[in-house]
């Protein structure tokens, strides 16, 4: 602008010169490269548990500061908070997005299914006959979702 104010509008590379009024051989140049920027998820799709919480990794490139904006497109399935938590509500399937603030065309989908929380203890025993005798088996978790006898 008049002032000298170089407002990047798109990605791409532009030459920009500067004349001194009444002064056609007094002049300065500048290249100015705007770099296309990339907003993406790590994972294309999670599992969860109703009640369980995620924040998914994603990657901004080149590495710069955005304002972002997180939305779900069902908050019965998921709900998505301002700085990307993902809380699962109900069992279904729902996409959360992530966009940049002040450009919708920079954005990231990540599909994320909801299924229905077990009961299974953690730890315990059980009881039982078989024939003449008594069995009894000790179980321990030790893993999430693995289970030793």
């Known amino acids: 602008d008049e002032n000298g104010v170089i407002t990047a509008v798109g990605p791409g590379e532009c030459v920009i010169t500067v004349n001194v009024v009444k002064r056609w ?56 908070d301002e700085n990307g938590e993902i809380t699962a509500v109900a069992p279904g399937t729902c996409t959360i997005t992530v966009h940049a603030a002040n450009n919708p065309d920079v954005s990231a989908e990540i599909t994320v299914t909801v299924k229905k929380k077990g009961c299974f203890a953690s730890t315990g025993a059980m009881f039982g006959f078989a024939g003449i005798g008594l069995a009894m088996i000790i179980f321990k978790r030790r893993k999430k979702n693995e289970i030793t006898a």
């Not at 051989?25 to 500048?30: E, G, M, S």
């Open 25 to 80: 051989d007094v002049a300065a140049t500048l290249t100015v490269t705007v770099e296309q920027i990339s907003l993406s998820f790590v994972n294309e799709s999670i599992s969860m548990k109703t009640g369980d919480k995620t924040t998914p990794a994603y990657s901004i490139n080149p590495s710069v500061e955005l304002d972002l904006v997180f939305t779900s497109s069902d908050e019965n399935v998921a709900t998505v």
